[in-house]
């Protein structure tokens, strides 16, 4: 019984030894160039599999790790799936006897991130999916790299290849006249393909431009991503980074896609309806749309390529379903245009599929499955238009219905809107006379109304924000029973008192535009009135105050002057960096005293300072500051009342600085 065993445990292990010797001797064997034309190599590739990612050419060449290559099983391209090993392959070449001696090795799979080419006594060649095209051995969409071959003997080459999703690996072997003439033809085929593609992308933006239809905009709009998503299935995003260096490494087809996912479903909504005519379905249609944008946005979040590429195969998979079924629930209810819908989708279930499968390598990698993505792709474009197409008849044929009821029913009542045409047309001449009227009083107190809110928004902000704060700090004093609440009711009490001013000054603007307001000037000598008026507990910014003075006497209404000194400060305050000083200024010149408010803000540029001071502009480069546009027509307004003037200094990113200039005594 024994010795059975042993014979039996001797046999299996010279069977497995003979294997792997077999394995080996066929995996080493060299292959021979063709004279012309090229030869695919995936049938004579020997590859090694790298978990740790941690061989060097060193190791895989001379070391242990040398005698652990296997051949490669079966004539489809070599795709390990979604793996984060690294993957060595072997390749012994010999050039025929009477040949050129240099040859193209082409990977044609564009999504590997790390290629590295070991050729005999040259250094290493390394490119990859993240690599401008001009980085590369030669410029091109697909890896390639050059081959010098010997007649005498083989050459061994090595390639290690790792990536971020599925690991692809197509090897041919061209001569270069045969490269360039088959790349001509490809290279005309995409240009084909891309070329319908631009075509129904320009004649459906032609037709939304036309019609107004959101359905078109739509379309468009997924035309656009499913030709960026097959730019870069094609290869060609190393030619995109050279327009947009700066194209994040995790942006793929995997998001593209994903965007066009989110359109091709929201085409779906729109065409069929489904918001009224199946608002559960709708619901769910939604959540598909949102599931499809999550995956678009995984880069945003720096969430890794695997994930996308695994959740948009998952999603592709199902969404083929999901479509299909809602467009014959449809179909079978009569709604036009959904049997094109039908075979439109069931071409991306089609598709969809396939391309899952070989992403997790289920499936071969063949001429077959590596191109019905995009050959699914264009049909289902093409079938989607005839929807659109199918649609503009159906709903012609029913316009054609209702403008001839309409013409019938119209014929009834002509002779009734003619008898009471006359008196119509009396009754519409008087009503637009009261609505005139009307009209023109609500203008007027919606215009005073607005100025009021307006000043609210702009002036009543902080004080209120003291008054609140106050308060909030003087309840908590009182519960720890520390504080002076003296103090914080004077703060209060003065934030009321310049709600009560800033109400009085808005009163006073509005009488000065009717011409009604009486100045109340007396002399103010500059250089002890602002810093009264400057002191720190008067102060409504944050911001640190420069103030510098000289002596200079004006005649000037106190309370007017002051609120247009504070306004140009919260104007500055609002268009500077928190913590950034302004600089207040008395500066003279020529019989005039000028009190120059200065920010380090971003400015105005220079076509918008003459705009600045009308009643309600605000500059179309300000989304960040708050306000209605009041603070500086304010200040113009008093700068006139007072018969002085003031100017503006601006640049843009450098600040500015706002004069009020009055004459001196």
């Known amino acids: 019984m ?110 590997l991130v790390d290629v590295r080419f070991y050729a005999p006594g040259q250094p290493v060649m390394a490119t990859g999916y993240n690599q401008p095209v001009t980085q590369r051995p030669r410029v091109h969409r697909h890896f390639v790299f050059p081959v010098e071959l010997s007649v005498d003997q083989p050459r061994t080459f090595y390639l290690r290849v790792a990536s971020n999703g599925s690991v692809t690996v197509p090897l041919r072997l061209w001569t270069p006249s045969a490269f360039d003439l088959s790349d001509t033809i490809r290279i005309a085929g995409l240009m084909a393909y891309f070329g319908v593609l631009l075509g129904l992308l320009i004649y459906n933006l032609f037709l939304y431009v036309s019609l107004r239809e959101r359905q078109y905009g739509i379309y468009c709009v997924f035309l656009v991503f499913v030709g960026l998503a097959m730019l870069v299935h094609n290869g060609f995003r190393s030619y995109l980074l050279l327009l947009w260096p700066g194209w994040p490494d995790t942006l793929g087809t995997n998001s593209l896609f994903s965007m066009a996912g989110v359109f091709a479903v929201w085409f779906l909504r729109d065409f069929l309806e489904t918001r009224q005519a199946q608002p559960i379905i709708d619901r769910w249609l939604l959540g598909l749309m949102a599931i499809f944008l999550g995956i678009a946005l995984l880069p945003v979040f720096d969430a890794p390529v695997r994930v996308g590429s695994v959740s948009i195969s998952v999603a592709g998979a199902l969404t083929g379903p999901i479509l299909l079924w809602v467009t014959l629930r449809s179909w079978l209810r009569g709604f036009s245009g959904a049997r094109y819908l039908m075979l439109a989708w069931a071409v991306l279930l089609v598709a969809a599929t396939v391309q899952a499968l070989r992403n997790f390598a289920i499936i071969p990698t063949n001429v077959v499955t590596g191109n019905l993505l995009q050959i699914g792709s264009l049909l289902e474009m093409l079938l989607l238009s005839f929807a659109l197409a199918d649609r503009i008849h159906s709903e012609r044929r029913a ?79 009182r519960d720890y029973g520390v504080g002076e609440p003296l103090q914080r009711f004077e703060s209060i009490e003065g934030a009321a008192g310049r709600l009560e001013q800033l109400f009085e000054q808005w009163l006073e603007s509005d009488r000065m535009e009717k011409g009604e307001h009486t100045m109340q000037r007396q002399r103010l000598e500059l250089s002890e009135w602002l810093p009264k008026l400057l002191a720190p507990g008067n102060l409504r910014v944050d911001h640190p105050l420069e103030l510098t003075t000289q002596q200079a006497t004006v005649l000037a209404d106190e309370a007017l002057l002051g609120n247009a000194i504070n306004n140009l400060i919260d104007n500055a305050a609002k268009y500077s960096s928190n913590g950034t000083p302004i600089q207040v200024d008395v500066i003279r010149a020529d019989g005039e005293a000028g009190i120059r408010v200065r920010d380090r803000g971003v400015g105005i540029p220079p076509e918008e300072h003459n705009r600045v001071f009308e009643q309600h502009y605000r500059s179309p480069n300000n989304i960040t500051a708050r306000g209605m546009g009041i603070g500086l027509f304010l200040v113009s307004q008093v700068m006139q009342a007072h018969d002085g003037r003031v100017t503006v200094e601006s640049k843009p990113g450098a600040g500015s600085d706002f004069t009020l200039w009055l004459k001196t005594l």
């Not at 060299?30 to 030869?39: E, F, K, R, W, Y």
């Not at 219905?401 to 008196?423: F, I, N, P, T």
Request: charged content about 25%.
């Open 399 to 477: 316009r054609e219905r209702a403008q001839q009821e309409a013409l019938d029913k119209e014929r009834q009542l002509v002779e009734g809107l003619r008898a009471s045409e006359a008196k119509l047309e009396s009754l519409v001449q008087q009503r637009t006379v009261d609505l005139s009227r009307a009209l023109d009083r609500e203008r007027t107190t919606l215009e005073k109304y607005r100025q009021f809110a307006g000043l609210i928004a702009h002036e009543f902000r902080n004080p209120l924000a003291i008054i609140q704060g106050q308060a909030q700090v003087a309840r908590k004093e």
């Open 2 to 111: 024994r010795l059975q065993r042993w014979l039996a445990v001797t046999l299996l292990g010279v069977v497995l030894a003979a294997t792997v010797q077999a394995t080996s001797a066929r995996a080493d064997t060299a292959v021979t160039a063709p004279v012309d034309g090229s030869i695919s190599l995936n049938d004579a590739v020997a590859y090694l599999e790298d978990p740790a990612g941690t061989l060097t050419i060193d190791a895989i060449r001379t070391g242990e790790a040398s005698d652990r290559f296997q051949r490669f099983a079966g004539d489809d391209t070599p795709n390990f799936g979604l793996s984060d090993s690294a993957w060595w392959f072997r390749l012994r070449l010999q050039a025929p006897a009477a040949a050129s001696l240099s040859y193209w090795l082409e990977i044609g799979y564009f999504g």
